[in-house]
């Protein structure tokens, strides 16, 4: 009995180690994609500061009228949902779900990106813009070109009167943060102050905001991919740390009772031949 139970721990422990080999090279690879992700994320900065001021000058002139900036909160909405291209990352898909059901559920249009995404939305019977964009990670600003355009076209045309996006924002290589913003229409919040006041424009401002605002558009989409996609990468590191660990720990509880279990085995041999030879 005690030989049968000494070969199942050890077939166990062997198991455990195969895991854990896995879950390190994927904590490894993991990390490697993070580095570039982050370098990307940081790279979209820059640009998505000067696109907000441009934007910022033109709606502080008072003569701009744009369907851009006006809400209408009785119109039907449509979301960009931004989740992960794979799994075994945490709670990184649940969290970006979690925001992103409930409009969904009452009626609103997506865009998902990411094949987690698309996969959950396409079963569930939501209506999609579009199912092309499987891969978060290559994603191209080209790509978020097209995708900037189709919205607005939508947008202009009064099949939705909101334009959200849910993704996930990095905090820290430990944190990661889902979160909903609305990308149209354009608010003051947003935008922020206008950095140079009013200027003079040529041609007029709206037409230079019909202009701008693909590109725009598609600046945010584009940041908010990179961030998404660091985020997945630090999400499964973590997770894949975290699983690692869990397999040394288990692999050393198993061991002990390995070792408990052989000492018991010899223990018993030595008594059956002690007796065996006082008879």
Do not use: W
């Amino acid at each position: 009995m005690a030989g049968a139970s000494m070969k199942d721990i050890k077939l166990r422990i062997r198991s455990v180690e195969s895991t854990r080999q896995i879950t390190s090279a994927m904590q490894l690879v993991a990390g490697s994609k993070l580095r570039r992700a982050r370098q990307r994320m940081e790279d979209t900065r820059p640009y998505m500061t000067a696109a907000r001021e441009v934007l910022a000058d033109i709606a502080a002139h008072r003569d701009v009228s744009s369907p851009f900036f006006t809400r209408r909160d009785e119109a039907a909405q449509c979301v960009v949902a931004i989740a992960g291209d794979r799994g075994l990352a945490g709670h990184y898909n649940a969290a970006v779900f979690s925001l992103a059901d409930g409009p969904i559920a009452a009626g609103a249009q997506v865009l998902p990106i990411g094949k987690k995404a698309v996969d959950r939305y396409a079963r569930r019977g939501a209506t999609l813009l579009s199912a092309d964009y499987l891969r978060a990670e290559r994603i191209t600003p080209a790509d978020c070109r097209t995708m900037a355009t189709r919205l607005i076209e939508g947008f202009l045309r009064g099949d939705y009167g909101r334009v959200t996006l849910i993704g996930t924002t990095f905090v820290s290589a430990m944190t990661q943060e889902a979160f909903t913003t609305e990308l149209l229409p354009v608010t003051a919040d947003q935008l922020g102050e206008a950095p140079h006041g009013q200027m003079l424009m040529e041609p007029a401002p709206g037409a230079l905001l019909r202009a701008v605002m693909p590109d725009y558009l598609a600046g945010c989409l584009f940041a908010a991919v990179c961030d998404a996609v660091a985020c997945e990468m630090a999400s499964r590191r973590n997770a894949m740390d975290s699983a690692t660990k869990n397999a040394e720990q288990m692999i050393s509880d198993l061991s002990l009772s390995y070792n408990r279990a052989r000492q018991s085995s010899i223990t018993q041999e030595i008594t059956e031949i002690v007796a065996g030879a006082e008879h």
